[in-house]
Nanobody, 119 residues
């Protein structure tokens, strides 16, 4: 079974930065893409960013464009999320996810890491 383990969450003041990391462990698998989602209290889980390994194409939610950067290493099934100019509305639990095929829902999820941005 594949496990995704996130790290790097924490408490930061508005305008600050954090870097999240996610690494796969367990059964070896080849991911098609990896990404980040987040869920704030009372809200549904929402897409934040993703990277498709073929071509290194990245995707971002409009709310984080220009502030967040996703990167990673497909050989290691590791993905990062550099978050700059953080806002209180970025406060959420951030989840790492991976897909092994181009369509459908992620095949693996991390346990989540809390990001809290104070005003």
């Amino acid at each position: 079974q594949v496990q995704l383990v996130e790290s790097g969450g924490g408490l930061v003041q508005a305008g600050g930065s954090l870097r999240l990391s996610c690494a796969a462990s367990g059964r070896t698998f080849s991911s098609y893409d990896m990404g980040w989602f987040r869920q704030a209290p009372g809200n549904e889980r929402e897409f934040v960013a993703a990277i498709r390994w073929s071509g290194g194409i990245t995707y971002y939610a409009d709310s984080v464009k220009g502030r967040f950067t996703i990167s990673g290493d497909d050989a290691k099934n590791t993905v990062y999320l550099q978050m700059n100019s953080l806002k209180p509305e970025d406060t959420a639990v951030y989840y790492c996810a991976a897909r092994t095929r181009p369509n459908g829902q992620p095949d693996a999820w991390g346990q989540g890491t809390q990001v809290t941005v104070s005003s």
